[in-house]
């Protein structure tokens, strides 16, 4: 007869939290070769860079309040950088995990959801009153739908292409625009036309549009010698006109689907045939 401690002893032990420290740890289930592995902690290294990409949006967020704009949208653009390279460093090191995908994700709406939104809404929209509320708002709503619809879609859309404008694309544009006018306050119809730029970039979050994600470029393929000249002459560009050129490359990523997208829509129907009459 079967004793209830041998009973007790077949049934898989509960996952244990308690630590010795009171915030207890972290145990997750992944599959290692068919088979359920549990692993205790986290990975440091690209969760590192994921927590410096977070510190850089909360940085934002604070610099805006003190009135530090071009500071806050530097901050931004650091965020960025630091959001490309940790799933790099992830996949290089082979230290993906699903608490990481999460994580990167939280931090994603806080740097590029949140905080430009607010950044914005310190510089010009809070003297519009509740359409400033609505664009700032209607911007950060966006952001949250884009990163969940991104998360739901991830191994079925297309690697080489983004369903929407990326967040941290969206964010640029906003953070290019505080930093090319951080010294000056829009004021009027100019204050209005930055209300509409914060709302259209929404927007363009949650659209249908095709965004390339440039995955799919060979970077170990050559290339005319020409096109390398061409590099020199943007990066030279960007060393006179920094913040004019961090917006305009912003600005043109930013349109390149809808008037991709406008082109083949006004050529479809200018080809298709005419009934008769």
Request: glycine share 8%; hydrophobic share 50%; charged share 15%.
């Amino acid at each position: 007869m079967m004793s209830q401690h041998d009973n007790d002893s077949s049934k898989p032990d509960p996952v244990d939290n308690e630590g010795p420290l009171p915030f207890g740890d972290l145990v997750e289930e992944v599959s290692e070769n068919g088979k359920k592995v549990r692993h205790r902690g986290v990975y440091l290294l690209p969760n590192l860079f994921t927590t410096g990409a977070l510190f850089c949006g909360f940085y934002a967020i604070v610099s805006a309040m003190n009135g530090n704009f071009a500071q806050a949208a530097i901050a931004i653009f650091g965020s960025m950088l630091l959001d490309g390279m940790d799933g790099r460093v992830a996949r290089m090191t082979n230290t993906q995990s699903a608490f990481g995908e999460q994580y990167d994700s939280l931090a994603d709406m806080v740097s590029f959801g949140v905080a430009p939104a607010l950044v914005v809404f310190s510089w010009v929209l809070q003297d519009l009153g509740r359409w400033g509320w609505a664009a700032a708002f209607v911007y950060t709503a966006c952001a949250a739908l884009r990163l969940a619809r991104f998360n739901t879609q991830i191994g079925v859309v297309d690697k080489k292409y983004f369903m929407g404008l990326a967040s941290p694309a969206a964010a640029s544009i906003i953070a290019a625009t505080v930093w090319v006018w951080f010294d000056s306050k829009p004021e009027g119809i100019w204050a209005v036309g930055v209300a509409v730029l914060t709302a259209f970039s929404g927007l363009l979050m949650v659209s249908n549009f095709r965004y390339t994600s440039f995955k799919g470029i060979n970077f170990r393929g050559r290339v005319p010698f020409a096109f390398m000249l061409l590099v020199v002459l943007v990066f030279a560009s960007l060393i006179i006109y920094q913040e004019q050129g961090v917006l305009a490359i912003a600005v043109i990523y930013g349109l390149s689907a809808p008037v991709i997208w406008l082109f083949h829509f006004v050529s479809g129907r200018s080809k298709s045939p005419k009934l008769p009459e």
